[in-house]
């Protein structure tokens, strides 16, 4: 059956923070509401426009994708060369190349040479004009609000923490009675950049596994992992709930025993997620022993990346890759599905915000050729958000056999309040500077289940990543469909959920469960 739909499915570079109404925040993949955080809509290019050819003069970025080995490289290096194109870097393993070229034809000239299985223009924006289109949807956490909760918190609690009701949403305040993780576990924080000198976070820091993966090269040096000034804070939201830890002041995180690291991929001026950068991130988080990485971002420029088309096959085909590089190496790849309150599954999207970082152009995309990357490749857990009355978030994108497991993301407070003493229907962590704040998406909603694949990890050490997604997914809470769906109480159906109680388009396999993650 045709299901496709006729409204624009609005973006949201990171699964980012959403603009809620009245004070509700929805973050996807990058939080829609406020700082991205994981969940844009699909691109999808049916007829759809490739990357603009760059200007002779004009520097543009580029992966070419050969067999993996030395020798694949070496000689596609020559061809690049000869191309017109400059290596940035090579990930051998998986036959990525990262070029920068100022000749127009460089794609298609390159695509012709022995070897080269697909290449493409990572972005239709030269490398020096980009433009953030980010959408900011946060409340800092006022000092009447920290004052009260801290007279509230109970034996063993930390001081804000009677204000996360997405704890024990997903049964995680039961689960540290029994166990916080273990600091031998590290999850990897795609995104913008975590500050490791909160006071909540730097206990849990790991430094090691930690770069700045901008332009697609891993950087350590002088903590190129931190978000800069005026940089979007998402990371740093993401990363507290993940692993805030449980040490008498702040929030706690979902697993607040293990370590957290940061790869940043967002570059500071745009908040753009380019192909380089993630292929760079997941490599990176792969090679320095990291166990599970969060995606709370779609890759830019395009919501939906169309097989049907050689620039965005070729970010298919270089995102995915790294995903398949890192699983392997025993990371579970957990991303959001997207603040646009999107059915994934129907036949055809109608995508009006790529690419977002020139002039989008409309095109209906097939939804069996074009994927949110990286949340929609093969083996990547995909999340999509529940609120605090324990439905579906207003925002969040669905689908059956797309969503694989559910999460607190938070919603709008009108929407979905919070029992007392909670007092936001947003989801309240740590932000940089030592700051505490709400935010509220998919990109929100990821990092709850990435916590609970490390709490996973902890119990069962030498699981392989299949294993703790098997496990994951057997531990969930089963949910049935909420029907009718009305989420503002309008008396309209707001979306139709698909599905049995067991496995269904809005909850997946259910709501993640973190006392079975530490139990069994």
């Not at 820091?205 to 700045?212: L, P, W």
């Not at 989801?427 to 709490?455: D, R």
């Not at 109680?501 to 006392?515: E, P, Q, R, S």
């Amino acid at each position: 059956m045709n299901r496709s739909l006729k409204s624009a499915a609005p973006g949201a570079r990171s699964r980012r923070a959403l603009a809620l109404p009245l004070g509700v925040a929805v973050v996807a993949a990058v939080a829609l509401l406020p700082a991205t955080a994981s969940a844009r809509p699909a691109d999808l290019p049916g007829a759809s426009p490739s990357a603009a050819p760059a200007a002779d003069g004009t520097p543009m970025s580029y992966v070419v994708n050969v067999r993996p080995g030395t020798a694949s490289s070496a000689w596609a290096k020559k061809a690049i060369a000869k191309a017109g194109g400059t290596v940035v870097i090579a990930y051998d393993k998986i036959g990525v190349i990262v070029v920068h070229s100022s000749e127009a034809g460089f794609a298609q000239t390159i695509r012709k040479a022995k070897g080269v299985q697909s290449a493409g223009a990572t972005r239709t924006a030269p490398l020096s004009a980009q433009s953030d289109d980010a959408i900011e949807s946060e409340r800092p956490l006022s000092a009447a609000e920290a004052k009260a909760a801290a007279g509230k918190a109970s034996a063993g609690q930390d001081e804000l923490e009677p204000l996360q009701w997405d704890l024990p949403a997903m049964k995680a305040d039961k689960a540290h009675e029994v166990s916080l993780g273990s600091p031998k576990v590290t999850v990897g924080v795609l995104d913008s950049g975590v500050d490791d000198t909160h006071p909540d976070i730097a206990p849990n820091f790991d430094r090691a596994a930690s770069a700045s993966c901008l332009g697609g090269v891993p950087v350590q040096k002088d903590a190129a992992w931190r978000p800069v000034a005026k940089e979007s804070d998402h990371g740093m939201h993401v990363a507290g709930t993940i692993a805030a830890a449980k040490n008498g002041t702040g929030v706690t995180g979902v697993a607040p025993g293990v370590k957290v690291a940061s790869l940043k991929v967002a570059e500071p001026a745009t908040g753009m997620y380019y192909t380089e950068a993630v292929v760079c991130g997941f490599m990176w988080a792969a090679d320095h022993g990291v166990d599970v990485t969060n995606s709370s971002y779609y890759t830019d420029p395009w919501l939906f990346n169309c097989t049907t088309d050689d620039d965005q096959k070729a970010l298919v085909d270089a995102v995915g890759r790294a995903t398949k590089y890192a699983e392997r190496k025993g990371a579970v790849n957990v991303a959001a599905a997207g603040n646009a309150k999107t059915d994934l599954a129907q036949d055809e999207i109608l995508d009006e915000s790529s690419p977002d970082d020139t002039t989008p152009v409309p095109r209906t995309v097939k939804t069996k050729d074009c994927f949110d990357i990286p949340s929609q490749l093969p083996g990547v857990v995909t999340v999509s958000a529940t609120g605090a009355k324990g439905i579906k978030s207003s925002y969040s994108n669905y689908g059956k056999g797309v969503i694989d497991i559910a999460a607190p993301g938070g919603d709008s407070t009108k929407y979905q309040a919070p029992q007392a003493p909670a007092v936001d229907g947003r989801i309240l962590s740590t932000l940089p500077g030592g700051k505490f704040g709400y935010k509220a998406g998919t990109s929100m909603a990821s990092p709850h289940v990435a916590g609970l694949a490390a709490l996973i990890k902890s119990t069962h050490p030498h699981a392989s990543a299949a294993r703790v997604k098997e496990l994951m997914y057997r531990q969930a809470d089963r949910m049935a469909c909420t029907d009718p769906y009305d989420f503002d109480g309008d008396g309209k159906v707001d979306a139709v959920c698909e599905g049995g109680k067991n496995k269904n388009g809005f909850y997946g396999v259910g709501m993640a469960d973190a006392l079975d993650a530490v139990r069994k």
